[in-house]
């Protein structure tokens, strides 16, 4: 008569353990990452119609045998579902959180996530978040108005290709992002052929 939540042990590290040891990651191992990643959510998403709403690199293991797991869906949402309160809306890491997610999206669908993966990735190759203080209130700020900076220009072995991809996976507004996963997918494959030839 007693309820429990069972889940798999997975064996391995955040990436955020992995980025504090190393400083910053290998660009095409971080490409590789969101072509995994996107096609995990873009699953979710057609099938389920959810969202993560939390990604970040504590929310990212990378294990052993070299697979990449999501972890940590407490946070996520079902499209055209009411959100249950509204603290419930401003929940998530300032650092990685999507804009319309801070402005109250009553309604937020798959292209937050696409946001915070870019903002994840930024963090992950350059070793610096995209928009940050000490304050959290001064991170939201930042991220309602401030321009997204340019990761090469923050870490010279990042490309200005990968570099733009995430600056159009972080734009402030939804129809300026990528419009589906398929998409962002494709960009990414040209660049890890432009950087495999160069």
Known sequence: NNYYLAMNYVEGEGLDTLLLRQGSLDQVWVLDLIIRIADLLDHVWRK???????????????????????????LAHIYNHPIENDTDITFGTPEYICP??????????????IYSLGATCFHLVTGQFPFHSENAEEVIDLVLNDEVPCAHEVNEDVSPEFSKILMKMMQRHYDDRYQNWGSLVEDIEKVKMFISLS
Do not use: Q
Not at 57 to 67: L, Q, R, S, Y
Not at 100 to 113: A, C
């Open 100 to 113: 319309v997610i801070v402005s109250g999206e009553y309604n937020p669908d798959y292209r937050t996530d």
């Open 48 to 74: 389920f119609g959810a969202i993560h709403r939390d990604i970040k690199p504590a929310n990212i293991m990378a294990t052993e045998d070299d697979k990449i797991v999501l972890i940590d869906w407490g």
